[in-house]
């Protein structure tokens, strides 16, 4: 059988569980996940490769109707996302309300590209309400499979595969086979920085703020990382730090923790908190920070 290879875009709302299913997919935690919506705001691709096949996903941020530029550079990857796709992996769960209140599944479904639909989170429902749902996605998407899927428990992802798998168009592969991903490893020590940041802090905190890796130096035996926190206002910088520092001191353990297991070695952590003021509106900032704008 000849080779096939493509592009399986993941699209969705925010909090659906497009990066936990992509994770479980790739069998790597390439893409942070939390809670909190808005989680992921960029596009991160996770490579799956068989003898006969490569899939190479893209987890995205969440659909939304953006409200500063950092959110519309997010849309921009979400918007790229959906034209470069050979299939479009769409993600909705068994609690989202308002299935469509941007209008993206329209788009989705416009774009003439096959899709699949993924509803995530039957862990969290019955039977019943599952055929309701279900049905409400068939009649909406005619042409595309609608999967129940838990990416927690792993729940039906071997299905999801194989619909993928059928679906994939022949050609060779894009990336060398022993390639996992299209991202360096500043980027994964910012984004686990991240994580706990979304973990740590509540009301506009996590929106609020960005990691800039200042400094990664690869020292052997040792991953020497020192990581500034930017906020939008001067008010924020003493609550990220907490009492005594103690908070920063707390998310700073936590990090460094998880990247000893990611990056599989030693890591010495510093953090510093920075005010740089409306960063999320500022283009020059948001493209330092890896974030693109249509000018
Ligand atoms: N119960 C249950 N929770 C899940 C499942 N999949 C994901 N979650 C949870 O849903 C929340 C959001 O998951 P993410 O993977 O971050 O969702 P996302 O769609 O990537 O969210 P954004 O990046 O914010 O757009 C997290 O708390 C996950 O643990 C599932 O199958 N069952
Ligand atoms: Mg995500």
Redesign the pocket.
């Known amino acids: 059988m000849n080779h096939r290879s493509g592009f399986v875009n993941i699209l969705?709302?925010?909090?659906?569980?497009?990066?936990?299913?992509?994770?479980a997919l790739v069998g790597e935690k390439l893409?942070?996940?939390?809670?909190?919506?808005?989680?992921?705001?960029h596009r991160i691709m996770g490579i799956v490769n068989g003898d006969d096949f490569q899939i190479v996903y893209s987890?995205?941020?969440?659909i939304l109707t953006p409200k500063y530029k950092l959110q519309e550079s997010m849309m921009n990857f979400v918007n790229t996302a959906l034209t470069d796709a050979d299939i479009i992996l769409y993600?909705t769960?068994v609690t989202e309300k308002d299935r469509d209140d941007t209008g993206y599944a329209e788009k989705i479904i416009g774009s003439g590209i096959p899709v699949i639909v993924a509803v995530?989170?039957?862990?969290?429902t019955n039977q019943a309400e599952l055929e309701i749902i279900t049905a409400v996605l068939r009649e909406k998407f005619t042409e595309a499979p609608v999967i129940p899927?838990?990416?927690?428990?792993g729940?039906n992802l071997d299905t999801l595969l194989n619909a993928i798998l059928s679906r994939l168009p022949e050609g060779e592969p894009y990336f060398p086979k022993d390639q996992l991903t299209d991202r360096y490893e500043r980027f994964f020590a910012s984004e686990i920085i991240r994580e706990k940041i979304l973990l740590n802090y509540q009301k506009e905190i996590p929106y609020s703020s960005e990691v800039e890796i200042d400094s990664f130096r690869d020292e052997k035996d040792l991953l020497s990382i020192r990581a500034i926190v930017h906020v939008t206002r001067d008010s924020q910088k003493g609550i990220v730090i907490g009492h005594k520092g103690e908070k920063l001191k707390l998310t700073g353990t936590q990090a460094r923790k998880d990247m000893e297991d990611f990056f599989g070695k030693k890591v010495f952590l510093e953090l510093y908190v920075k005010v740089t003021k409306d960063w999320r509106d500022k283009p020059q900032v948001l493209k330092r920070f890896g974030y693109r704008n249509n000018e």
Do not use: C, E, H, Y
């Open positions: 969705g709302k925010p909090n659906v569980g497009k990066s936990t299913i992509m994770n893409s942070i996940i939390t809670s909190k919506a808005q989680t992921t705001r987890d995205t941020p969440g993600v769960d995530n989170k039957i862990d969290l899927v838990s990416a927690l428990t729940f």
